[in-house]
Nanobody, 121 residues
Framework: DVQLQASGGGLVQPGGSLRLSCAAS????????VGWFRQAPGKEREGVSC????????DYADSVKGRFSISIDSINNAVYLQMNSLKPEDTAVYYC??????????????WGKGTQVTVSS
């Protein structure tokens, strides 16, 4: 029973911070690429951040670079997205996803339910 679940979203004012969590069950993130994606109303889903577990490499969308950081908790089999200096345009449903054996987050096999992030004053 493979499951992936994102959590930690909420309402935050511009300039605030949130930390999203992605917990996996039924598999481990080892030898996976794990990524965060988001979809805002009326917009296509976009990649936010990606990490390749086997080498620790990370990548970020230009729109979040310097503000967001992806990290790994191997013991608890979880991946996090720390989001700082949040902007209204960051408002979206955020999803975590994983794929085995890839070195990027272009084609993901496992998707979790999203968590809503709303940035508003």
């Amino acid at each position: 029973d493979v499951q992936l679940q994102a959590s930690g979203g909420g309402l935050v004012q511009p300039g605030g911070s949130l930390r999203l969590s992605c917990a996996a069950s039924g598999f481990t993130f080892e030898e996976h690429a794990v990524g965060w994606f988001r979809q805002a109303p009326g917009k296509e889903r976009e990649g936010v951040s990606c990490t390749v577990m086997r080498d620790g490499g990370t990548d970020y969308a230009d729109s979040v670079k310097g503000r967001f950081s992806i990290s790994i908790d191997s013991i608890n089999n979880a991946v996090y997205l720390q989001m700082n200096s949040l902007k209204p345009e960051d408002t979206a449903v955020y999803y975590c996803a994983a794929v085995w054996g890839d070195d990027d987050c272009h084609e993901m096999d496992y998707w979790g339910k999203g968590t809503q992030v709303t940035v508003s004053s």
